[in-house]
């Protein structure tokens, strides 16, 4: 059981490249979330999922999409990198909000040059 | 979504009891109160959570007043294993966890 798993770890991209984080759970989980956490601050939520197919935005969502076309996996795309989304990405998932917890991945350390 | 407070920093002696306290005088009803710790750079480490009524689990204990509008975490012996930020969130059916910047506790020798 590894819960929840991201990859890659660690990326360096180039101002203007584009890349896709991938979060993968294996608890069966309706509810994914992307989170980023820039130094000596908490984490903002990028963009979050409901179940299979579905996607909404959360409080930092410019210059991010994301897609859930399965429920096991949810996906981050930087369709062209800009060195301020250097940043740790963290991705959860969870049962529901109410009454039962979030479980966070280790995190992708990104940095934009 | 409602909104917490938190103090930006606190020190524990070790082996005494760390109470980190959360403001939350606009929850509503239906809002859970969630503690989570982030140690270093690691993801966040769920450690309790609850409603209406106090809870206890193996890591710590959540009082949260009458009226809801504050609460408190407390870790019973805190071991410098502790030393994290700890963050207070509040969710509902709005099915999201909303971070603010949290508590960073340091537990001293």
């Known amino acids: 059981n590894a819960g929840v798993t991201q990859t890659p770890k660690f990326r360096v991209l180039k101002t203007g490249q584009s890349m896709t984080l991938l979060c993968a759970q294996d608890?069966?989980?309706?509810?994914m979330y992307w989170y980023r956490q820039d130094p000596g601050m908490g984490l903002r939520l990028i963009h979050y999922?409901?179940?299979?197919?579905?996607?909404a935005k959360g409080e930092v969502p410019d210059g991010y999409n994301v897609s859930r076309l399965k429920k096991q996996n949810f996906l981050l795309g930087l369709e062209s990198a800009a060195p301020s989304q250097t940043s740790v990405y963290f991705c959860?998932?969870?049962?529901?909000?109410?009454?039962?917890?979030?479980?966070f991945g280790q995190g992708t350390r990104l940095t934009v040059v | 979504d409602a909104k917490t407070t938190q103090p930006t920093s606190m020190d524990c002696a070790e082996g005494r009891a760390a109470n980190l306290p959360c403001n939350h005088s606009?929850?509503?009803?239906?809002?859970?109160v969630y503690w989570y710790r982030q140690i270093h750079s690691q993801g966040p480490q769920y450690i309790i959570h609850?409603?209406?009524n106090n809870e206890t689990n193996e890591m710590a204990s959540l009082i949260i007043t009458e009226d809801r509008k504050s609460s408190t975490l407390i870790l019973p012996h805190a071991t410098l294993r502790d030393t994290a930020v700890y963050y207070c969130?509040?969710?509902?059916?709005?099915?999201?966890?909303?971070f603010g910047t949290g508590t960073r506790l340091k537990v001293l020798a």
């Open positions: 959860a998932s969870s049962y529901s909000t109410r009454g039962t917890e979030a479980f």
């Open positions: 608890m069966n989980h309706e509810y």
């Open positions: 999922s409901v179940g299979e197919g579905t996607t």
């Open positions: 606009t929850i509503s009803g239906n809002e859970y």
């Open positions: 609850g409603l209406k």
């Open positions: 969130i509040l969710t509902s059916g709005t099915y999201k966890y909303i």
